[in-house]
């Protein structure tokens, strides 16, 4: 199983930007699929999740302005944020927990969100 990132990059405060995560190979079931981010010298929190019956759950700085959308025919998670803030820049992280033969979680390699003027 693979996850691939997609989207990321440098935004002014107040922009948007988009993420996209594709899971590849031998997956049975994913049963959530979602971002988490890690700051410089901070620990990887989590963003927002979303689950194989549509529920969500999103970091409290976030809510409101992201969104953890999922498209299941194609196994991709997309994360839309809005109002974006200079604290808001790290390294985000797809995952997925998914079951194969077995439940695991996966990870994808991770993508540059930058907010600065």
């Known amino acids: 199983v693979q996850l691939q990132a997609f989207g990321g990059g440098l935004v002014r405060p107040g922009g948007s930007l988009r993420l996209a995560c594709a899971a590849s190979?031998?997956?049975?079931?994913?049963?959530?699929m979602g971002w988490y981010r890690q700051a410089p010298g901070r620990e990887r929190e989590m963003v927002a999740l979303?689950?194989?019956?549509?529920?969500?759950n999103y970091e409290d700085s976030v809510k409101g302005r992201f969104t953890v959308s999922r498209d299941n025919a194609k196994n991709t998670v997309y994360l839309q944020m809005n109002s974006l803030k200079p604290e808001d820049t790290a390294v985000y992280y797809c995952?997925?927990?998914?079951?194969?033969?077995?439940?695991?979680?996966?990870w994808g390699q991770g993508t540059q969100v930058t907010v600065s003027s």
């Open positions: 190979g031998n997956i049975d079931v994913i049963n959530v």
């Open positions: 979303h689950t194989r019956t549509g529920s969500t």
């Open positions: 995952y997925a927990l998914i079951a194969t033969n077995v439940l695991n979680n996966y």
